[in-house]
């Protein structure tokens, strides 16, 4: 009967991570296209990337470097790359990050069209 259980519980488990949408349970995508036009759009307006053309934010670019997931976005976000003239955006906020990388997220998913 456990095993049943257990098997029932991890299902429902995959089941929702499987259909659950990680932007929006991380953050709010509004907000954070609000603080990505205040603080990103310098250097990454529509996606792009001023410093370095080939790691923009396009799904495609996102998943070749290991960035297409709101954490790998959170993290970066939140350390910068120095050596890639990131600065970190630590100074914004946990809320205020996960909002950023849900737009980001979300954008990227989309092609970066509004």
Avoid: E
């Avoid at 299902?11 to 259909?19: C, E, H, K, P």
């Avoid at 603080?39 to 990337?49: E, I, S, V």
């Amino acid at each position: 009967m456990k095993r049943i259980i257990s098997v029932l519980l991890l299902g429902v488990a995959m089941f929702t991570l499987a259909f659950s949408n990680p932007a929006l349970a991380d953050g709010d995508i509004a907000a954070g296209a609000k603080i990505f036009t205040a603080n990103c759009t310098q250097c990454h307006a529509r996606g792009k990337n001023l410093v370095n053309p080939k790691k923009t934010l396009s799904q495609a670019d996102l998943t070749a470097n290991g960035k297409y997931s709101v954490d790998a976005i959170i993290a970066q976000v939140t350390a910068g790359a120095a050596k890639a003239g990131m600065p970190s955006f630590k100074r914004l906020g946990d809320v205020k990050i996960a909002n950023v990388a849900a737009y980001v997220y979300d954008q990227a998913g989309k092609g970066w069209k509004k």
